[in-house]
């Protein structure tokens, strides 16, 4: 399967809410916090297990008016770091509850 | 066995102390803190005193409390003093040593008991002044206790460690605590003042008043939440407080020197 037909979504063990646009993230077994920008803050709320990569990349290039292929390297890029960190994990399925 | 009523931030707290001599050491403690008015308890904590207890091995180095919890079920393990409370039913056990301190298993339980009723227990130094209430958080060494020290005669102090911060009848109220800090002399107060400034503290050349988004805020806010990140339902409920609360107060840096000078920053900003 290709990377950008995965589906991104939260890690059971991260508790995030997006605030005014900005997603305030608490990795429960470190501790670890972090605030995301705007941009990076819109790519955690899409994914929402719902959304492939791809369909987040073709989101964002509505939304900021950007090049689709740009973002989606973008996009796995970023949600890769996500990944890295435990804040999100990949499904090759959607997902359907936490 | 003695019953100990305590009340911190209006939540009631029963000890069972099968101990005289702890009792009576607990009372004297927490004498500004005993509670006369006979509301039923959050928790009843029943304590034994053991001699010998141990529970973590006393090694060099940072202050240990293990803490699990799941669902309101909380175990709590440090070098004297060991135990479990069941925060859905109300009640809980504590063994501990007759030289250890409910203190810390305290400190512990009021956050958990806080966080259940949208309330925070925060690492911040209170004070109150012309009746309205300011906490200054961050972690150690952002200056909580220095200005709590620059404030006096000032502002009338409530803690330079913690202070509890509950939503109550609408409005946001700071409460002082019994719990110790770096300074001696502080009175831990039982008192209490409505929320109006709400500041996360960083040391400076200058004085100033720097507003953070709201993201930001709550991220200070929950790193200065003690003991309540032990699981993920826990962690979310605690961002969903802190984000009611920047709502409501919202979080500002208090850039500060070591002068009194910032409070004529912060009388213009709030």
Same mark, same amino acid.
């Given at each position: 399967?290709?990377?950008?037909?995965?589906?991104?979504?939260?890690?059971?063990?991260?508790?995030?809410?997006?605030?005014?646009?900005?997603?305030?993230?608490?990795?429960?077994?470190?501790?670890?916090?972090?605030?995301?920008?705007?941009?990076?803050?819109?790519?955690?709320?899409?994914?929402?297990?719902?959304?492939?990569?791809?369909?987040?990349?073709?989101?964002?290039?509505?939304?900021?008016?950007?090049?689709?292929?740009?973002?989606?390297?973008?996009?796995?890029?970023?949600?890769?770091?996500?990944?890295?960190?435990?804040?999100?994990?990949?499904?090759?399925?959607?997902?359907?509850?936490? | 066995?003695?019953?100990?009523?305590?009340?911190?931030?209006?939540?009631?707290?029963?000890?069972?102390?099968?101990?005289?001599?702890?009792?009576?050491?607990?009372?004297?403690?927490?004498?500004?803190?005993?509670?006369?008015?006979?509301?039923?308890?959050?928790?009843?904590?029943? #304590?034994?005193?053991?001699?010998?207890?141990?529970? #973590?091995?006393?090694?060099?180095?940072?202050?240990?409390?293990?803490?699990?919890?799941?669902?309101?079920?909380?175990?709590?393990?440090?070098?004297?003093?060991?135990?479990?409370?069941?925060?859905?039913?109300?009640?809980?056990?504590?063994?501990?040593?007759?030289?250890?301190?409910?203190?810390?298993?305290?400190?512990?339980?009021?956050?958990?008991?806080?966080?259940?009723?949208?309330?925070?227990?925060?690492?911040?130094?209170? #004070?109150?002044?012309?009746?309205?209430?300011?906490?200054?958080?961050?972690?150690?060494?952002?200056?909580?206790?220095?200005?709590?020290?620059?404030?006096?005669?000032?502002?009338?102090?409530?803690?330079?460690?913690?202070?509890?911060?509950?939503?109550?009848?609408?409005?946001?109220?700071?409460?002082?605590?019994?719990?110790?800090?770096?300074?001696?002399?502080?009175?831990?107060?039982?008192?209490?003042?409505?929320?109006?400034?709400?500041?996360?503290?960083?040391?400076?050349?200058?004085?100033?008043?720097?507003?953070?988004?709201?993201?930001?805020?709550?991220?200070?806010? #929950?790193?200065?939440?003690?003991?309540?990140?032990?699981?993920?339902?826990?962690?979310?409920?605690?961002?969903?407080?802190?984000?009611?609360?920047?709502?409501?107060?919202?979080?500002?840096?208090?850039?500060?020197?070591?002068?009194?000078?910032?409070?004529?920053?912060?009388?213009?900003?709030?």
């Amino acid at each position: 399967m290709q990377a950008y037909n995965l589906y991104p979504a939260p890690h059971p063990q991260t508790a995030g809410r997006v605030i005014d646009g900005e997603a305030v993230l608490l990795l429960a077994e470190t501790n670890e916090i972090q605030v995301l920008n705007p941009v990076g803050s819109r790519i955690f709320e899409l994914a929402d297990g719902q959304h492939t990569l791809a369909e987040i990349a073709s989101i964002l290039t509505e939304e900021y008016n950007v090049d689709f292929h740009q973002a989606l390297a973008d996009v796995s890029e970023f949600v890769q770091q996500l990944v890295d960190s435990q804040v999100l994990v990949l499904y090759d399925q959607p997902r359907t509850g936490p | 066995m003695a019953e100990i009523p305590i009340s911190i931030a209006e939540i009631p707290v029963h000890l069972l102390i099968d101990d005289g001599g702890a009792a009576e050491r607990v009372r004297q403690h927490y004498a500004a803190f005993l509670d006369e008015g006979g509301q039923p308890p959050a928790l009843t904590l029943s #304590v034994v005193v053991r001699a010998g207890a141990r529970f #973590v091995p006393i090694e060099p180095g940072p202050w240990i409390m293990n803490i699990t919890h799941q669902a309101g079920q909380i175990t709590f393990e440090s070098y004297l003093e060991a135990g479990e409370a069941d925060l859905n039913k109300g009640t809980g056990q504590v063994v501990m040593a007759p030289e250890g301190s409910l203190e810390n298993v305290l400190r512990v339980l009021y956050a958990w008991l806080c966080l259940r009723q949208g309330g925070l227990l925060l690492h911040a130094a209170g #004070v109150i002044r012309n009746g309205k209430g300011y906490a200054f958080f961050g972690p150690s060494g952002a200056g909580k206790t220095t200005t709590t020290r620059l404030s006096q005669g000032i502002a009338q102090t409530l803690s330079d460690d913690l202070v509890i911060i509950r939503r109550m009848n609408g409005r946001y109220i700071l409460y002082g605590v019994p719990f110790r800090g770096e300074m001696a002399e502080a009175p831990r107060l039982h008192a209490q003042a409505p929320l109006t400034g709400l500041f996360r503290l960083r040391q400076a050349q200058r004085h100033a008043v720097v507003p953070l988004t709201p993201a930001e805020g709550v991220a200070e806010l #929950v790193a200065a939440a003690p003991f309540v990140v032990a699981d993920p339902a826990a962690a979310a409920e605690l961002i969903n407080v802190c984000g009611a609360l920047t709502a409501a107060v919202p979080v500002r840096a208090l850039h500060f020197r070591r002068d009194a000078g910032f409070w004529s920053m912060i009388d213009a900003s709030v």
